[in-house]
C-alpha cells in the first residue's frame, strides 16, 4: 500500500518568511495529492491540492509542486503570517482504483513568530 | 447543510470495556473514513468504506478494532476490551466519492477517546 512520508515535522519561521514542506510518496500510481491544515483544537482542512496532470498549482500565497519522476511534492507557503501556524498534514491517493484509501503524513507543526 | 457528526465528543472508559463511536456523514458523501490520531502525531488511516464495495480494512490496528456502515450512511467503530494505548481522538471524514471528480474530505469533530 502507499507509504507518505513528510519533513520536516516541526518548522519554526520568523513573519514574512517563507516555509516549505516536503512529503514523498511510495505508490506511484498516485494521482492525487492534498494538503490538509489543522489549527491547534480544531478538525483538518483542506487547503489546496495537486493530480498528477500538472507540476504546480498556487492560490495566493500557498503553491504546490509535484515531481512525479522521484515521488515527491512540496508545500510552498510565501509571506508567512501568525494566522498560518498549525499543523500542515500532505496525503496521498490512486483514485483509479476503486476502494484505495487516501493515506497521510505525519504532519509538519509549523510556528510563525511575529 | 450539516457537516460531519461525530458522537460522543468525550468517551472516558476503563481498560478492558468496549466501546462504540459513532460517525454521521454528510448526506450524499459515498465515501467514509476513519482516522485515529494520538497526542502530537499525525493521522493514523484506520478504515474507509465507498459506497457498497467492501471496506478497505488494512489500517485496522489489531482485530480489536472493526468498523460497520448501516445503509451507506452512518458508520460505528467498535473497540472491544479496550487498551490504554487506544487513547486517542478518532476523527471521521467523509467525500462526495464514487465518479465525483471532487475528491476534498470533511473531518468530523472527532472523538476523543481516554482508557483509564
Known amino acids: 500500500g502507499e507509504n507518505v512520508e513528510q519533513h520536516p515535522s516541526t518548522l519554526s519561521v520568523q513573519e514574512g518568511d517563507s516555509a516549505v514542506i516536503k512529503c514523498t510518496y511510495s505508490d506511484s500510481a498516485s494521482n492525487y495529492f492534498p494538503w490538509y491544515k489543522q489549527e491547534l483544537g480544531k478538525r483538518p482542512q483542506l487547503i489546496i491540492d495537486i493530480r498528477s496532470n500538472v507540476g504546480e498549482k498556487k492560490d495566493q500565497r500557498i503553491a504546490v509542486t509535484l515531481n512525479k519522476t522521484a515521488k515527491h511534492f512540496s508545500l510552498h507557503i510565501t509571506e508567512t503570517q501568525p494566522e498560518d501556524s498549525a499543523v500542515y498534514f500532505c496525503a496521498a491517493r490512486n483514485t483509479n482504483q476503486a476502494g484505495t484509501a487516501l493515506i497521510f503524513g505525519k504532519g509538519t507543526t509549523l510556528s510563525v513568530s511575529s | ?116
Not at chain 2, 479496550?82 to 475528491?103: K, P, W
Open chain 2, 1 to 116: 447543510g450539516a457537516g460531519v457528526s461525530q458522537s460522543p465528543s468525550n468517551k472516558v472508559t476503563e481498560k478492558g470495556k468496549d466501546v462504540e463511536l459513532r460517525c454521521d456523514p454528510i448526506s450524499g458523501h459515498t465515501a467514509l473514513y476513519w482516522y485515529r490520531q494520538s497526542l502530537g502525531q499525525g493521522l493514523e488511516f484506520l478504515i474507509y468504506f465507498q459506497g457498497n464495495s467492501a471496506p478497505d480494512k488494512s489500517g485496522l490496528p489489531s482485530d480489536r478494532f472493526s468498523a460497520e456502515r448501516t445503509g451507506g450512511s452512518v458508520s460505528t467503530l467498535t473497540i472491544q476490551r479496550t487498551q490504554q494505548e487506544d487513547s486517542a481522538v478518532y476523527l471521521c471524514a467523509s467525500s462526495r466519492g464514487g465518479d465525483s471528480r471532487n475528491y476534498e474530505q470533511y473531518f468530523g469533530p472527532g472523538t476523543r477517546l481516554t482508557v483509564t
